[in-house]
C-alpha cells in the first residue's frame, strides 16, 4: 500500500489504519483478545503498517494488545495514540506518554494526539497553551514524532496551531457523517494537515449487514449512535441500496467502496476497525478501488440521502 505523508511530518502513514478502540474491551460486546491480536497482524500483513489506539480504550488495554501483535514488526510500524482529556495538565500528558510507551513496547510514538478538546467529559479546564507546551517537549525528546488531535473543531485546531506544528486532526467522517467538510476541511487542506477519519464505516452502518429492526446489546456503543436511530437509519437503507451497483460495478464490498470514496477526499485518510482478520484484509483491499471523478460526485450525492436530513455536528453518540 503506498504510504503518505502526515501532515508536514517524517511519518508516512497508509491511507487505510488499523483502528483498535474494539481491542480494549471497554464498550464493546464479544471481543477477545486473541482474535484481536491475529486480526492486527492481518491487517499488517496485508499492508496496513498505520495502527490507531488510545490510553482510553479500555485504560491501556488496546495499547497492550497492539504491542503483543506488532512488538517483532516495530521498526516497520506506526503507532498513533492518544492522550484523553483528563490528563491534559503539563505533567499528566508526560504521564499519560510514558505509560502508553510502557504499554505499547517502545521507545517512541509516530503520532501522539488529544483525544477530546479540554472541558469535554466534564474533564477540567486546562489551556491548550499548556497542553501544547507538554506535547512539544515530548517531541525535542524524541519521545513522539509528530502531535495531533482528535475532536477539534476548525476554531479549536487554529488555536492549538498557535503553540505548535498540528499534523493532524481526527474527526467522525463517514459518507454518512460529514460535518468536517464544512469545518475543518477546508482549513486542514490549506495549512497541509492530514485528516484521519475515525468511524468511516458510520460504526458498520455503511457494510450494509444491519437490516432494519436491528437491535444492538446495550453494552455496544453503537445502541446510543444517532446513525441506528429511527429515520436516521432508514434513510441510510435508501442509501445502501443505491451504493450496490456502484459496488457490484468494481467488484468489492459496501465497505469498501465507502473507504475508498473516503481515501479519494482532501487530505483523507480511514482509520478502519476490526475485529476479525479477514475483515482487516477486506479493509486493506480498499485502497485498490479506484473511483472516477464521476463515481466519487455520485457516491457524494447518495450519502446526501442521510446527512441532508439531520445535524450531523456534535458527536455521533446520544450519551
Not at 449487514?209 to 444492538?216: E, L, N, S
Amino acid at each position: 500500500m503506498e504510504k503518505r505523508t502526515l501532515g508536514t511530518s517524517t511519518v508516512k502513514i497508509t491511507p487505510i489504519l488499523m483502528g483498535t478502540w474494539q481491542a480494549g474491551k471497554r464498550m464493546w460486546v464479544g471481543i477477545e483478545d486473541a482474535d484481536s491480536i491475529k486480526t492486527i497482524r492481518a491487517a499488517y500483513e496485508a499492508g496496513i503498517t498505520t495502527i490507531d489506539t488510545a490510553e482510553i480504550y479500555g485504560d491501556g488495554h488496546s495499547e497492550q494488545i497492539v504491542a503483543q501483535a506488532l512488538s517483532d514488526v516495530r521498526d516497520r510500524v506506526e503507532y498513533a495514540t492518544k492522550v484523553f482529556s483528563n490528563h491534559l495538565k503539563y505533567q499528566q500528558v508526560i504521564e499519560a506518554c510514558e505509560r502508553s510507551l510502557k504499554n505499547l513496547q517502545t521507545d517512541y510514538i509516530d503520532l501522539y494526539q488529544i483525544h477530546w478538546p479540554s472541558g469535554s467529559f466534564k474533564s477540567e479546564i486546562v489551556s491548550i497553551e499548556e497542553t501544547m507546551s507538554a506535547l512539544n517537549h515530548l517531541k525535542e525528546q524524541g519521545k513522539i514524532r509528530a502531535i495531533g488531535v482528535s475532536n477539534f473543531s476548525r476554531e479549536q485546531l487554529a488555536e492549538a496551531v498557535q503553540y505548535g506544528r498540528i499534523d493532524s486532526l481526527q474527526p467522525a467522517y463517514s459518507l454518512f457523517w460529514r460535518n468536517v467538510e464544512t469545518d475543518a476541511m477546508p482549513y486542514c487542506v490549506e495549512n497541509n494537515i492530514s485528516i484521519l477519519a475515525y468511524s468511516p464505516l458510520a460504526q458498520g452502518l455503511l457494510t450494509g449487514k444491519f437490516a432494519p429492526g436491528h437491535k444492538f446489546d446495550p453494552e455496544d456503543n453503537r445502541s446510543q449512535n444517532k446513525l441506528f436511530q429511527g429515520e436516521n437509519f432508514e434513510r441510510a437503507q435508501q442509501a445502501l441500496e443505491q451504493l450496490r451497483p456502484v459496488a457490484e460495478k468494481h467488484n468489492c464490498s459496501l465497505a469498501q467502496l465507502a473507504l475508498a470514496w473516503l481515501i479519494a477526499q482532501p487530505q483523507s485518510n480511514a482509520i478502519a476497525g476490526a475485529r476479525y482478520p479477514q475483515q482487516a484484509q477486506d479493509n486493506a483491499k480498499a485502497a485498490e478501488v479506484k473511483l472516477s471523478a464521476e463515481e466519487i460526485a455520485q457516491i457524494d450525492n447518495i450519502g446526501r440521502i442521510v446527512t441532508s436530513h439531520f445535524d450531523n455536528t456534535g458527536i455521533m453518540w446520544e450519551w
